[in-house]
């Protein structure tokens, strides 16, 4: 099928059921319909938007009438005329949908074959648990109602191989420096339609012009400029309907009674909500951070050694909230932060120096990635008071530089190298298991035509699955290597969020180009709302309540942001101390603090600790497996 898609320049929506009526023979010129579509009577050509007539005379009729014009008319001489008949689909992609909107036979049939390609791919999906049954069934769906079709499948209707008559004219005007284009086509639609006779006539114009200029250099981009003398051209074009054949095809409209402009949007309402599919969604609200006024808290200076032990660059180190209120910090030496008041005082924590990622279960177990004395990789276990317990790693995994791992839901860790799942059970055993994702990809390819392609590499949702999305997204147990659970998305780049407080976010922008983080209602995967953030911009943390009540975010302009995700609220507008910048961030066990580490910038005062006192009706406490939750963003590319 040819394709081009170019957007709309004039309105894409029409009232159902508008009445195909008839333009009165006297039609004048302010009846001419105005409303733009796009044709490629020739694949490979450039084309913009014509204009276009519906006329309710045999094709024969029309094409005639304009032969003779182009024969014997002032100012219509020098026309190429072509056959262009042929295949309903070998033309433009919308015209098989424009004639499944008239025919319900032809869209029967389509859905028919397209689904008896599609479903038995999607059953041997289900059962290799590469889909869950929900996506089974909502995949299903999509392909019974989708608007495009694959080629494979428009072939083996015969409708669609019938021959479609279409005529084309072309004619170039000027010199190479200036010159006027103009085009149409003539395509007898009547069988489309399932109202003979139909014609639809569509004509366009462009005038360019080619500037020529002398340059004595070429440039490279970020490079350098070399000796390198040559004319340079550039061109221009801009839509230009030569007046004659403007004023002739009018009047041939008129004559023949072309439909009004409002019957012949009905008509091709197929063809606008095949373009309206693929422009930009209705942006949602947009919440503001500066909405909230500005705020600053005070802060406990932390010893001068920080800025070395946890280095605002290096993404490694992370903050924990422990469930006796204190906080654990990783890095070059780890250590506990105790609260006692308006002070905190810094305590070591022996085993736990240089660990990477760290991660905390329900049962307020510290796991940990890390490298022994004699440089193996380890795996860490520790509870408050207690030595850590090392773990040596799975067999075939030779080093821990494993950014997606996980606490297992029974207790225990995941990690996961491409597509091998390793887990490690509460009694210290490893169990190895293969993401098979090939039944994933081909059920992903058989709704290619009925879904968007929605891509996040990884979703932080801590709940012990592997998360990522495609059509929609799907989070992997280790355990099995299947696909246990799955989320509706209309939106991609996700990559943090809370099942219980039913959302997710992804970073965005906006209709001016700005960064903002859009959030998704997880329940029917529609977009929520946007937040306008300073950070939104490198951003360096986030961080969730036990529930998800409350989300943190801290990024550029040394900002944090915390949002009430249940009212959609600005709960907090933060600006940390000045030549401090946000690296870490986590809410409390009882829901009733935000902890904020922010590292000194260069040669600065030291590196702070701050805590907000979240007020008493957003407290979310942990609760069960319902646990607060991070993210260190750094240099890495997981908050991106």
Not at 39 to 61: N, S, V
Request: with cysteine; hydrophobic share 40%.
């Amino acid at each position: 099928m040819r394709s081009s898609w170019m957007p709309l320049l004039g309105p894409t929506t029409c009232a159902a059921g508008v009445a195909l009526t008839l333009a009165a023979a006297t039609a004048t010129a302010s009846s001419t319909n105005n409303v733009r579509i796009l044709m490629q009577p020739e694949p490979g050509a450039d084309y913009i938007q014509g204009r276009y007539y519906l006329i309710p005379q045999p094709y024969a009729t029309v094409k005639g009438s304009l032969e003779q014009g182009f024969a014997t008319a002032s100012g219509l001489r020098g026309f190429q005329l072509r056959d262009d008949t042929a295949a309903l689909s070998d033309m433009e992609f919308y015209w098989v949908q424009v004639g499944a909107r008239h025919l319900p036979a032809l869209r029967e049939a389509l859905a028919v074959k397209a689904g008896a390609q599609a479903v038995p791919v999607l059953d041997r999906a289900l059962k290799a648990g590469a889909i869950t049954r929900e996506e089974h069934i909502a995949f299903r769906d999509a392909i019974v109602s989708q608007q495009d079709y694959a080629d494979d499948t428009l072939k083996a209707v015969p409708f669609v191989a019938q021959p479609i008559a279409r005529w084309s004219f072309h004619r170039t005007q000027g010199k190479s420096r200036a010159q006027q284009i103009d085009y149409g086509t003539v395509m007898d639609i009547s069988s489309l339609v399932d109202r003979p006779p139909l014609t639809l006539v569509w004509y366009g114009g462009t005038a360019s012009t080619v500037t020529r200029k002398l340059k004595l250099m070429s440039c490279m981009v970020g490079v350098t400029c070399i000796p390198n003398p040559h004319i340079e051209h550039n061109t221009r074009a801009a839509e230009h309907l030569d007046p004659a054949l403007a004023s002739y095809l009018d009047g041939l409209a008129s004559r023949m009674q072309a439909l009004a402009p409002a019957g012949a949007s009905h008509v091709m309402q197929a063809y606008f909500d095949a373009y309206a599919r693929s422009a930009p969604r209705l942006a949602p609200a947009t919440l503001q951070a500066s909405a909230a006024t500005p705020a600053r808290l005070p802060a406990v200076a932390l010893p001068a050694d920080e800025s070395e032990l946890r280095r605002r660059d290096n993404g490694d180190w992370n903050l924990l909230a422990l469930p006796d209120g204190s906080l654990l910090a990783s890095g070059a030496a780890a250590h506990r932060y105790v609260s006692h008041g308006d002070s905190v005082q810094r305590q070591a924590v022996d085993g736990l120096n240089g660990t990477r990622g760290l991660k905390i279960d329900p049962e307020g177990l510290v796991w940990g990635l890390a490298t022994g004395e004699e440089g193996a990789p380890r795996l860490l276990a520790w509870r408050p008071g207690g030595k850590p317990a090392s773990y040596a790693p799975a067999p075939g995994v030779q080093a821990w530089r494993i950014n997606n791992w996980t606490i297992r839901a029974g207790g225990g860790v995941a990690l996961r190298l491409d597509d091998q799942m390793y887990a490690l059970t509460p009694q210290g055993r490893w169990n190895q298991r293969k993401w098979n994702a090939e039944p994933r990809r081909a059920a992903s390819d058989a709704v290619e035509h009925a879904l968007p392609w929605i891509y996040s590499p990884a979703i932080h949702f801590g709940d012990g699955l592997f998360w990522a999305a495609d059509r929609d997204g799907y989070g992997i147990d280790p355990d099995t290597a299947r696909v246990s659970r799955s989320i509706k998305t209309s939106t991609d780049r996700l990559f943090f969020g809370s099942h219980a407080g039913g959302w997710a976010l992804a970073p965005a922008t906006d209709a001016e180009g700005a960064q903002i983080f859009r959030i998704i209602n997880l329940a029917n995967g529609q977009q929520r709302f946007n937040l306008a953030t300073p950070a939104a911009y490198y951003t360096s943390s986030m961080a969730r309540s036990a529930h998800g009540r409350l989300l943190a975010i801290s990024g550029g302009e040394s900002a944090v942001t915390v949002i009430n995700m249940k009212s959609g609220q600005i709960a907090l507008n933060l600006r940390v101390s000045t030549n401090h910048s946000v690296s870490a961030m986590a809410f409390s066990w009882k829901g009733d603090k935000l902890w904020i580490y922010a590292s000194a910038q260069g040669n600065g005062p030291p590196s702070e600790l701050t805590a907000w006192d979240v007020p008493a009706d957003l407290i979310d406490g942990a609760e069960g497996r319902n646990i607060p939750d991070q993210l260190r963003c750094g240099s890495s590319m997981e908050c991106k």
